[in-house]
């Protein structure tokens, strides 16, 4: 079983970090492919401390670990952590990288070992993090890219609104470290416009589905997400602000109020599998290309159809 993906980042720097040659030159043109690119990227930055790009959300990432970048130097960049992945035949190691959805280039975390996920979100019980916070706040991101954070709605709209479908992954770590796993395929978060209205279809996994399915009364699918400044929710109070043992429940897709929410910093909540009862250590929320999209032909007529 793995250990939670935080670590792997400090691995990470430590392995390419650890002993760095001045006198290596970067000659990124004589290398092909992303793992030539990546390869690239990595000489360059040991041998020259390239600066960071100019990624629109660099407040994500401690000034001390912008080291850990491994994508450095690139004149175009991927869109996702999938395109490396698959880029890199498998190979791309996790941890933070440039990546480009549509206009804004953004740091994320790869979760390359587990396929090539975009990692949204991640979240600790208890966690140092706030998650409490402002609509602005959850709409650029907050946290550690390398420890626990969101990654910002605006960025995830962005994911996934590209051309082709994407799909959202979801994992839980309990306090026995019994994983569980889900998928929603497709995933689609909207807009600032429509409030980042959450879309999902199809579920599978080993987790339950506790965003689709009402079992307690909650549907999280076509809810906007609400905020303490910002009330979406079908509740007559704001559930962003409804407290559990003084903590409130942080930025989510509220329907009135929830069947999960993995944004309460001292309860991971998703129905029977983490709650106050059975505790779960660890949830983390990511997206890539969608396995299900299928062209229809209809007469003269061609479009996606899931």
């Not at 000659?27 to 000489?43: D, F, H, P, Q, Y």
């Not at 670990?65 to 991927?78: D, R, S, T």
């Not at 059975?278 to 479009?303: E, F, N, Q």
Request: charged share 25%; glycine share 10%.
């Amino acid at each position: 079983m793995r250990v939670p993906l935080q670590s792997s980042a400090h691995s990470i720097s430590n392995s390419l970090w650890g002993k760095q040659d001045r006198s290596m030159q970067c000659n990124r043109k004589s290398l092909r492919g992303w793992v030539g690119a990546l390869m690239a990227s990595v000489l360059c930055v040991m041998g020259a401390r390239a600066e960071l790009a100019p990624a629109v959300n660099v407040h994500v990432l401690p000034h001390e670990e912008h080291k850990l970048v491994l994508n450095l130097g690139l004149e175009e960049f991927p869109s996702d952590c999938y395109e490396i992945w698959q880029g890199s035949g498998g190979q791309a190691p996790d941890g933070v990288y440039l990546i480009q959805p549509k206009g804004s280039l953004i740091m994320a975390y790869c979760a390359m070992q587990d396929g090539g996920w975009t990692v949204v979100q991640h979240i600790t019980v208890n966690s140092s993090v706030d998650f409490d916070r402002t609509w602005e706040e959850y709409k650029l991101g907050f946290g550690s890219l390398t420890g626990d954070h969101w990654l910002g709605n605006e960025y995830l709209h962005q994911l996934t609104s590209r051309s082709g479908h994407y799909k959202l992954g979801v994992k839980l770590v309990d306090k026995d470290a019994v994983t569980k796993l889900g998928e929603y395929d497709p995933v689609l978060v909207e807009g600032e416009e429509a409030q980042y209205r959450l879309r999902l279809g199809l579920f599978r996994g080993t987790a339950v589905d506790a965003l689709t399915q009402d079992t307690e009364n909650y549907l999280h699918d076509n809810q906007k997400f609400t905020t303490k400044d910002r009330d979406n929710d079908n509740y007559f109070q704001n559930c962003a602000k409804l407290e559990f043992q003084g903590v409130p429940g942080g930025g989510w897709w509220y329907d009135a109020c929830a069947g999960a929410n993995l944004n309460r910093r001292n309860v991971i909540y998703w129905q029977k599998d983490c709650n106050k009862e059975h505790l779960c250590k660890y949830a983390w929320m990511m997206v890539k290309p969608s396995d299900l999209v299928k062209v229809i032909h209809t007469g003269g007529c061609r479009k996606d159809e899931l």
